[in-house]
């Protein structure tokens, strides 16, 4: 039977040493040490050996599988890295062939835009706050002294989520938010979306954005507010333009004014751009209401200040001669790519 089993592993060596490919490894190994494999039938007829001979055999059999089991580990290494080498020589890399173009994205023109506004004000001394989206009734009308029966309270221009919150309108809120943490000296601007039930059209989209500023200290002035924005136009439109005020009402300010800027594509001479006028409404302003102050726990006795609102997408509008506020919303590359 030793014999018989040292047989068997020339055999297995023989077969491992002519197999050339891991699946013909695997037969040797099943029909040498599988359930029915050559050895196991060996070992099978151990029963009618005498009690003396069974242990020899048995140390005998044990290190003709340990050898088999060895020849197969080596010969499957070898094969495996012979495999590896034959696959890396079919897959060689051809340094000739043109490279993938990756297009790297940039920012949205309104995301330029709000950061160009951010930046000039913040050379001016502005600091950045941030609100809500989700605002309540309170901070969006009541505490900026907007009545009950103010217009853009209405169903028809507001979003509401229920009774008591709504999808901000306007980045107003800002100023009572901030203006209940911090006391003056106060100087900050807030960019960001708004949203209002209008029908889209080429001015008006139901979602835009905004950037507020707010100014409150001891004996601020109307003067103030028009010297700001004078530096902001300058800034933002070239150093030719000109800024007017035009009366309006805003129930926050008071007084409160419209700020036009004269056209910088015809420099005021009118044009089809500012539709003859030589003047661009820009933005909405005015002395911050005693009320709002007061509101807020501040003494409209001894501070003041000044607010403005500007719509983002229509400054950038005018900026770039965009005609139609859609086109920033329809993510149409050919136009994005533009900015
Ligand atoms: C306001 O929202 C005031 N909160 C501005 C303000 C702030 C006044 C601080 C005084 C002091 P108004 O409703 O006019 O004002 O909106 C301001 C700007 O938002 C508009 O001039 C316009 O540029 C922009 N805007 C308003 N509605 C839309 C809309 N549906 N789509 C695009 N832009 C809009």
């Known amino acids: 039977m030793e014999a018989r089993l040292n047989e068997l592993e020339q055999m297995a060596k023989n077969e491992i040493q002519e197999a050339n490919s891991s699946d013909q490894l695997e ?8 359930k029915k494999g050559e050895l196991t039938e060996v070992l099978r007829g151990m029963g009618s050996l005498s009690s003396e001979e069974r242990p020899l055999v048995g140390k005998v059999a044990n290190i003709v599988r340990e050898n088999i089991e060895n020849y197969l580990l080596e010969a499957k290494n070898s094969i495996k890295s012979k495999e590896l ?6 897959e060689a890399i051809d340094v000739t062939m043109p490279g993938r173009k990756t297009n790297l994205g940039k920012k949205h023109p309104l995301i330029q835009g709000m950061d160009e506004l951010k930046n000039i004000f913040i ?43 709504i999808l901000r309108t306007q980045t107003s809120p800002v100023q009572a938010r901030v203006m209940e943490k911090r006391k003056p000296p106060i100087r900050i601007i807030s960019p960001g979306r708004c949203f209002r039930n209008d029908t889209p059209d080429a001015t008006h989209s139901p979602m835009f954005h905004q950037l507020e500023g707010l100014v409150v200290d001891k004996g601020i002035t ?9 530096v902001f136009t300058k800034y933002f439109f070239g150093s030719q333009t000109k800024i007017k005020f035009r009366p309006h009402n805003f129930p926050f300010t008071e007084p409160s004014a419209e700020i036009d800027a004269s056209c910088f594509k015809c420099s005021g001479s009118g044009c089809s751009f500012c539709k003859g006028s030589g003047w661009i409404e ?7 209401h005693p009320n709002v102050l007061r509101n807020c726990g501040i003494d409209p006795e001894v501070y003041s200040g000044f607010a403005f609102g500007m719509g983002i997408d229509r400054l950038v509008m005018l900026k770039y001669g965009v005609d139609d506020i859609r086109l920033f919303f329809e993510n149409d590359m050919r136009f994005l790519n533009q900015f």
């Open 85 to 90: 080498e034959a696959k890396l020589s079919t």
């Open 282 to 288: 820009l933005l909405g302003a005015g002395m911050v």
């Open 222 to 230: 109307l003067a103030d507010l028009k010297g700001t924005l004078e």
């Open 123 to 165: 050379s001016m001394g502005f600091q950045v706050a941030q609100g809500p989206e989700v605002e309540t009734v309170y901070y969006n009308f009541d505490a900026l002294n907007a009545p009950a029966n103010h217009p853009s309270r209405d169903m028809s221009d507001t979003f509401y989520i229920n009774e008591e919150t």
């Open 27 to 34: 037969k040797v190994r099943v029909k040498y040490l599988g």
